[in-house]
């Protein structure tokens, strides 16, 4: 298997940024530009750099996600599963909810 099928979902608001679409499918490598197994970094830079036109600072800061966006990685927070180092595995399932919202 050369690619992986990553489902991701935006919500909170966070769909505003792509679209409206809330849902989305995302073809990955298995292995990123180092040979080493993509991971989690390698996937929020892939919607940073090909699936965002504008106001990309509402979602990524530092090559990270910005602070005020949860991560769950198959309905279990990212803290749990290595945040940025998680390594991506077929089928994964992972949500951005945005927890800011004006007031």
């Known amino acids: 298997m050369s690619e992986l099928a990553i489902n991701v979902e935006f919500s ?3 769909e505003l940024l792509f679209q409206n679409v809330s849902k989305h499918t ?3 490598p298995v292995t990123n530009s ?3 197994p993509s991971n989690l970094q390698n996937l929020i830079l892939y919607i940073r750099d090909n699936m965002m036109t504008e106001k990309k600072e509402l979602f990524v800061e530092n090559d ?4 005020g966006i ?3 990685i198959n309905n279990v927070d990212w803290e749990l599963c ?3 180092e998680y390594e991506l595995q077929d089928k994964d399932e992972i949500v951005f909810i945005s927890t800011l ?3």
């Open 64 to 67: 990270t996600v910005r602070p």
């Open 101 to 103: 919202h004006g007031g």
């Open 12 to 14: 909170g608001g966070m």
């Open 26 to 28: 995302i073809k990955m």
């Open 70 to 72: 949860l991560v769950l």
């Open 82 to 84: 290595d945040e940025l």
């Open 34 to 36: 180092a040979g080493q």
